[in-house]
């Protein structure tokens, strides 16, 4: 008898025939996405409905594994694995973004200074190529190639159905410490050496990351596992804003559930630009349960659509810099420095990440195994009176000066030539060749860039 899985998956493997046979581009239909680039609409012709691959299928707490379709929402995911005292080992910061595609995009958070990259921890994927057919991709199979080629392939190469998630005991709650610092090179030197010294030590932080508030206001916190409370329990999922509380306490404490979405609530802080430190929009939205990352990304979806505020004329010419970047810590300062003096958009989040294997080789996204990085994630608009693109230029330019990477959910200006300099085209025709020899779906360049 089939699983409901197996069921699903035949259907969609029919519907993917249905669409090459009509001579159309298959496209993902979901309901969700995180990605701020602008996208060609796909055709409806050519859509295949993915919405009911979000199941977790299995939770195994002693292989501390779980089974999981690929559009299934983090969210979805840390409920039933908290609910076994364990959670997926890097959890992205926003309750919607899917397992599938933080896999295939890039994710991070505050343990990926244990544990790298979302792909890092994933054991093996299933995924549904441009052939129209499905395999299932391990370190250690015939299709590795495609295992390690699938992060940063952003579906070019196929889509992620299936996939098999690496877990890691929790606590119930989390300590959280907050320390200030005035001097950025300080900071990442005590960055680096924190992440070093808990890194090697199972009882230390279970978590860090940091805000930089201005270049004389960084903050450096750390969540440490507890089994239960030894203070008040913060909440941030109504009128408190986390962020805020990180220049008000030095210490905190929240259930592990809280600290994982910590960020949602507000959209880290993005939440301003749609007046929701407000009280009174604060308490309406919130009472109606609208406080959450979903709200804002339909709110920006709406007014880039319909261009409201141009029409009513209270949108002034400004960039939109939308952008994750890891740089190697030695360089980080003056990264900082730099964005304070080209871009200007404050706070910051700042993320250390290292990878957790230094023999695992992820071609279309290689950092160095050896080398701590720090991912820094602005997000705003720069009045702009310069051509299209002029800020995000300069940042892309400035991350390859520094050995940096940039993600690619986000709108880029790479030259193609410039581009495939950076994201390995060997590597990646190699991987299309095999996988997607009919060019079924766009490539990188033309889905990232050319939109």
């Given at each position: 008898?089939?699983?409901?899985?197996?069921?699903?998956?035949?259907?969609?493997?029919?519907?993917?025939?249905?669409?090459?046979?009509?001579?159309?581009?298959?496209?993902?239909?979901?309901?969700?996405?995180?990605?701020?680039?602008?996208?060609?609409?796909?055709?409806?012709?050519?859509?295949?409905?993915?919405?009911?691959?979000?199941?977790?299928?299995?939770?195994?707490?002693?292989?501390?594994?779980?089974?999981?379709?690929?559009?299934?929402?983090?969210?979805?995911?840390?409920?039933?694995?908290?609910?076994?005292?364990?959670?997926?080992?890097v959890v992205p910061q926003?309750?919607?973004?899917?397992?599938?595609?933080?896999?295939?995009?890039?994710?991070?958070?505050?343990?990926?200074?244990?544990?790298?990259?979302?792909?890092?921890?994933?054991?093996a994927i299933e995924v549904?190529?441009?052939?129209?057919?499905?395999?299932?991709?391990?370190?250690?199979?015939?299709?590795?190639?495609?295992?390690?080629?699938?992060?940063?392939?952003?579906?070019?190469?196929?889509?992620?159905?299936?996939?098999?998630?690496?877990?890691?005991?929790?606590?119930?709650?989390?300590?959280?410490?907050?320390?200030?610092?005035?001097?950025?090179?300080?900071?990442?030197?005590?960055?680096?050496?924190?992440?070093?010294?808990?890194?090697?030590?199972?009882?230390?932080?279970?978590f860090i990351d940091g805000?930089?508030?201005?270049?004389?206001?960084?903050?450096?916190?750390?969540?440490?596992?507890?089994?239960?409370?030894?203070?008040?329990?913060?909440?941030?999922?109504?009128?408190?804003?986390?962020?805020?509380?990180?220049?008000?306490?030095?210490?905190?404490?929240?259930?592990?559930?809280?600290?994982?979405?910590?960020?949602?609530?507000?959209?880290?802080?993005?939440?301003?630009?749609?007046?929701?430190?407000?009280?009174?929009?604060?308490?309406?939205?919130?009472?109606?349960?609208?406080?959450?990352?979903?709200?804002?990304?339909?709110?920006?979806?709406?007014?880039?659509?319909?261009?409201?505020?141009?029409?009513?004329?209270?949108?002034?010419?400004?960039?939109?810099?939308?952008?994750?970047?890891?740089?190697?810590?030695?360089?980080?300062?003056?990264?900082?420095?730099?964005?304070?003096?080209?871009?200007?958009?404050?706070?910051?989040?700042?993320?250390?990440?290292?990878?957790?294997?230094?023999?695992?080789?992820?071609?279309?996204?290689?950092?160095?195994?050896?080398?701590?990085?720090?991912?820094?994630?602005?997000?705003?608009?720069?009045?702009?009176?310069?051509?299209?693109?002029?800020?995000?230029?300069?940042?892309?330019?400035?991350?390859?000066?520094?050995?940096?990477?940039?993600?690619?959910?986000?709108?880029?200006?790479?030259?193609?030539?410039?581009?495939?300099?950076?994201?390995?085209?060997?590597?990646?025709?190699?991987?299309?060749?095999?996988?997607?020899?009919?060019?079924?779906?766009?490539?990188?360049?033309?889905?990232?860039?050319?939109?």
């Open positions: 008898m089939k699983s409901s899985y197996e069921t699903r998956r035949e259907r969609l493997l029919a519907d993917f025939r249905a669409v090459r046979e009509r001579g159309t581009a298959p496209r993902l239909g979901k309901r969700t996405s995180n990605l701020f680039r602008v996208r060609d609409p796909a055709s409806r012709d050519g859509r295949l409905d993915v919405r009911d691959f979000h199941h977790v299928l299995a939770v195994d707490p002693d292989k501390r594994e779980a089974e999981v379709e690929g559009m299934t929402p983090y969210e979805t995911l840390a409920d039933a694995t908290l609910a076994h005292g364990l959670m997926p080992a926003l309750k919607t973004i899917t397992i599938g595609g933080a896999v295939t995009g890039g994710g991070i958070e505050s343990s990926s200074f244990r544990y790298g990259f979302v792909h890092e921890t994933v054991n549904l190529t441009g052939k129209g057919e499905t395999v299932i991709a391990r370190p250690d199979n015939e299709h590795r190639e495609l295992f390690y080629g699938f992060a940063n392939s952003y579906g070019t190469l196929g889509y992620a159905l299936r996939l098999w998630i690496k877990l890691i005991p929790v606590q119930p709650y989390v300590r959280v410490t907050h320390t200030r610092y005035t001097d950025p090179d300080i900071y990442f030197h005590d960055m680096a050496g924190a992440c070093r010294v808990h890194r090697e030590h199972d009882e230390g932080a279970a805000t930089a508030f201005s270049g004389d206001e960084l903050y450096r916190t750390e969540g440490y596992f507890i089994d239960r409370p030894v203070d008040r329990v913060s909440r941030y999922t109504f009128m408190k804003m986390y962020y805020q509380s990180i220049r008000r306490k030095e210490r905190d404490l929240l259930t592990i559930r809280d600290y994982l979405w910590r960020w949602d609530t507000d959209w880290f802080w993005c939440s301003r630009a749609f007046g929701m430190e407000n009280p009174v929009l604060r308490f309406l939205f919130g009472s109606l349960g609208l406080l959450k990352s979903t709200t804002y990304w339909k709110l920006r979806d709406w007014n880039e659509r319909y261009r409201i505020l141009h029409r009513l004329g209270l949108m002034h010419p400004v960039e939109w810099v939308i952008q994750d970047v890891e740089i190697p810590v030695e360089k980080a300062a003056g990264f900082l420095r730099f964005l304070d003096r080209e871009i200007g958009i404050r706070p910051i989040w700042i993320c250390p990440a290292q990878a957790w294997r230094k023999d695992a080789v992820y071609p279309l996204y290689r950092t160095d195994p050896d080398t701590l990085y720090i991912n820094f994630g602005f997000w705003g608009g720069v009045p702009s009176e310069k051509p299209p693109g002029h800020y995000n230029r300069l940042v892309e330019d400035k991350v390859a000066e520094l050995d940096g990477k940039k993600s690619l959910y986000s709108s880029s200006y790479f030259t193609e030539e410039d581009f495939w300099a950076r994201y390995n085209r060997p590597a990646y025709e190699q991987l299309k060749e095999r996988y997607d020899p009919d060019n079924v779906f766009p490539d990188l360049y033309a889905k990232c860039v050319g939109g």
